[in-house]
């Protein structure tokens, strides 16, 4: 079975320009997560959302971030612009539905880097 | 509010040897427990979960961990280490109504 399916898998862009981080989620699964993950700060949960519809939101780090979920199986996370503090590996993860026992399923990351 | 401390940033064990791992937890309602293993260049994946019932907790490759209320504690450990095993670790905790919060993890280093 497809797991978690992140594109692009590596991003180099100049500060400025707009950054769109894609994902398909594992199909059925409800629950879609964004996180960011540096080194200083680790692994943070940028926002999540259940059946399309953003829930919680309060890790997106400024404006200049957006994510949405046009459908059960594609979301993006934007940036722009894009500033050279926000390169990290950005990774989605699903789950079968909401609720705080519910093992998340990663993908493989977009390595992002801003010069 | 709820947090995770894993203890060691960095673990180094021989080929063979016992693989234990910490993880300290903090909830003010019950919680539910979570390892997930990070190849080089991948995403996490889960090892396992404690959620109710049995706090013993097998996992894939051979990882277990089991679930102390008391200490709250839900350390991680494999009998004998196998280079495959280097990776990094992260331990992570969800309660109530609340999301995953992950740990700061713990390189595992492996020597032949």
């Known amino acids: 079975d497809a797991g978690v399916i992140q594109s692009p898998r590596h991003e180099v862009t100049e500060m400025g320009q707009e950054v769109t981080l894609r994902c398909k989620p594992i199909?059925?699964?409800?629950?879609l997560f964004w996180y960011r993950q540096t080194m200083m700060r680790g692994l943070e949960l940028l926002i999540y959302?259940?059946?399309?519809?953003?829930?919680?939101d309060s890790g997106m780090p400024e404006d200049r971030f957006s994510a949405k979920m046009p459908n059960a199986s594609f979301s993006t996370l934007k940036i722009q612009p894009s500033e050279p503090r926000d390169s990290a590996v950005y990774f989605c993860?699903?789950?079968?539905?909401?609720?705080?026992?519910?093992?998340?399923?990663f993908g493989d990351g977009t390595r992002l880097s801003i010069l | 509010a709820q947090s995770v401390t894993q203890l060691g940033s960095h673990v180094s064990v021989s080929e063979g040897a016992l693989v234990l791992l910490r993880c300290n937890y903090s909830?003010?309602?019950?919680?539910?427990l979570f390892w997930y293993v990070q190849y080089p260049n991948q995403g996490l994946q889960l090892l396992l979960k404690?959620?109710?019932?049995?706090?013993l907790v097998k996992g894939i490759n051979g990882f277990e961990a089991e679930f102390k209320k008391s200490e709250t504690s839900f350390h991680l450990t494999k009998p004998s280490a196998h280079m495959s095993d280097a990776a990094e670790y992260f331990c992570?905790?969800?309660?109530?109504?609340?999301?995953?919060?992950f740990g700061k993890g713990t390189m595992l280093l492996v020597s032949p």
């Open positions: 404690y959620t109710t019932g049995a706090t």
């Open positions: 959302f259940n059946n399309n519809v953003p829930i919680d």
């Open positions: 993860a699903s789950s079968l539905r909401e609720g705080s026992n519910q093992p998340q399923h």
């Open positions: 909830s003010s309602v019950p919680p539910y």
């Open positions: 992570a905790v969800s309660a109530g109504y609340s999301t995953l919060t």
């Open positions: 199909s059925g699964h409800n629950s």
